[in-house]
């Protein structure tokens, strides 16, 4: 799956009856480009293109426009190669090619048939289902794509081949360099080599990354969220205790760590004491405990953690939903109160929105989602603007951003108090909190916004990006309270730009003389699109 390219396409299956393949007339006899199975059973030949019905039910399913021979191209893929699987006789055609789909995504091809089988059943009892469920998380996580995270006052940028670099504040040795000394520019970690990264979070004073063979590693310097004792970390190290689970995506709040298995179960360290996130711990338990209540056996595809909260988006057989658990002050769960929830409990506002959440973010105070149809809802604290609704009022369940309905979001970021939605022609829009300059707002000759520090209470086109002249993608947004704030900006060849806050180096990018910010979005020397990366490093590293 190539990293450096915008996020695909979703993968839709148009209304084809299901036919077994035993059901089939075989005519091999005719000249024609065979199928070839290939199992523990004798190889068999399935000339699929000599049986004009499949032709037929497959062409007429679509207007033949571009649009749908393209999605009949993906679609039909499946049948241009031989699939190295055993042969079942008792899948139908698009169950066949939807198997066939889900062994070309890294997370499932070394699953064992029993493993399988189970996510199979967890998911909905169909690999068409199975498909959708590993798609989506791709797609809302980049998983296996180039990625960038503004953590407070240190950042992360992930290479499309999954090489990891660091810069920033280190006091903490969240860089996992083995030193506390900061770095200007990104740095590689070379303990990392030949270890694929393809997720990564950051927190204050910690790190974690998730490896392609589902394995996290940590460093840290604050003892109360370490998973290694009392002692500092500063060096990427194996984590433990999560060994037998095979890890996608890792997300740091403020008091807690979640992490996200291949199956979609969700597991928490930490901050289970008075029982808030469904279990009864210390703030020491180094254990990996599993999110009881209804996410038990509902597969989830993202998380997302603010401050003192979490959110999980579940994929299930009816579609795509939200559910939260922790702190509800400023009603930031979206439940319609500011009450605590101790165990996961559904968002029931988007079913009457009509929507199908996407992609969800969870900011300080404040939490995001997009729709598949690219509409965009905020809700919780509402302060200096951060939910685009005009005003600084809290929403106690999911609004959706009206001023925002000439525009189909594709990807939406939350920091503290700040949001940046992408659209899917690659512009930036971005409300809330001016201060760090974080927003790329350079207003300085702007009279009705003030300068780059002023509250954005509207979403406003980040016209500053568009200079860049490429298409965004991604966006980064600092989510603690102990920060000031920068952004990162990826567009679809791997090229970051960074802006706001740099006094620790956490942009990447040169800052002149008594400057601790950029107004304005700046390159970062590192090309993370590229297989072999060269960037203007510090000397003698």
Not at 6 to 15: T, V
Not at 440 to 454: S, V
Request: proline share 5%.
């Amino acid at each position: 799956m190539d990293a450096s390219t915008s996020d695909p396409p979703s993968i839709q299956y148009h209304n084809i009856p299901d036919q077994p393949i035993m059901t089939i007339p075989i005519t091999p006899s005719l000249d024609r480009e065979t199928r070839h199975c290939f199992g523990d059973e004798t190889p068999g030949e399935f000339p699929l293109s000599a049986n004009p019905s499949i032709v037929l039910h497959v062409l007429t399913s679509c207007s033949l426009d571009p649009q749908d021979l393209a999605k009949l191209e993906a679609t039909c893929s499946f049948f241009r190669k031989p699939a190295h699987f055993a042969a079942d006789h008792e899948l139908c055609l698009s169950e066949l090619a939807a198997l066939d789909m889900c062994q070309k995504r890294v997370v499932f091809k070394p699953m064992s048939l029993e493993e399988r089988v189970e996510m199979k059943v967890r998911c909905g009892g169909s690999w068409k289902l199975v498909l959708r469920f590993l798609l989506a998380g791709e797609i809302c996580t980049r998983r296996e794509k180039s990625q960038a995270i503004a953590g407070p006052g240190h950042s992360i940028a992930v290479t499309s081949n999954g090489s990891v670099y660091f810069f920033g504040s280190n006091t903490s040795a969240q860089l996992g360099h083995g030193t506390t000394e900061g770095e200007m520019k990104p740095r590689l970690i070379s303990s990392l080599a030949g270890i694929r990264i393809i997720n990564a979070s950051a927190g204050a004073g910690r790190t974690m990354l998730v490896s392609d063979a589902g394995q996290v590693y940590a460093f840290f310097g604050d003892s109360e969220y370490g998973f290694h004792g009392n002692k500092q970390v500063n060096t990427p190290q194996l984590v433990e205790s999560l060994k037998g689970i095979f890890v996608v995506q890792a997300a740091i709040g403020n008091f807690f760590t979640a992490v996200l298995s291949r199956e979609g179960k969700v597991y928490t360290f930490c901050w289970g004491n008075e029982n808030k996130l469904g279990h009864q711990t210390e703030l020491t338990d180094v254990e990996p405990r599993p999110l009881l209540g209804p996410l038990e056996n509902i597969p989830v595809v993202q998380i997302a953690a603010g401050y003192c909260y979490l959110h999980a988006l579940a994929c299930q057989p009816s579609g795509m939903s939200v559910y939260s658990v922790g702190c509800g002050l400023g009603g930031k769960l979206g439940h319609g109160t500011k009450t605590d929830e101790k165990q996961p409990r559904l968002i029931e506002q988007f079913q009457t929105l009509n929507l199908q959440p996407m992609v969800i973010a969870a900011g300080a105070w404040h939490a995001a989602v997009v729709g598949t149809d690219g509409r965009v809802c905020t809700w919780g604290w509402g302060r200096h603007g951060c939910l685009g609704t005009g005003n600084e009022d809290c929403e106690l369940v999911p609004k959706v951003v009206e001023s925002l309905s000439n525009v189909k979001a594709k990807y939406v970021a939350a920091g503290d108090y700040t949001t940046f939605v992408v659209s899917d022609d690659g512009d930036v829009y971005s409300f809330g909190c001016g201060e760090s300059s974080s927003l790329g707002h350079d207003n300085a000759d702007d009279d009705d916004q003030g300068n780059q520090h002023t509250n954005i209470l509207f979403p406003k086109l980040v016209t500053s990006l568009n200079q860049v002249n490429e298409k965004v993608v991604h966006v980064s947004a600092t989510n603690s309270v102990h920060w000031n704030a920068h952004t990162f900006a990826l567009t679809e060849t791997g090229k970051l730009y960074a802006f706001g806050s740099g006094d620790k180096g956490q942009l990447g990018v040169k800052l002149a003389d008594n400057q601790t910010e950029r107004p304005a979005p700046e390159r970062v020397e590192l090309d993370l699109g590229l297989q072999n990366n060269n960037p203007v490093m510090n000397d003698g590293h």
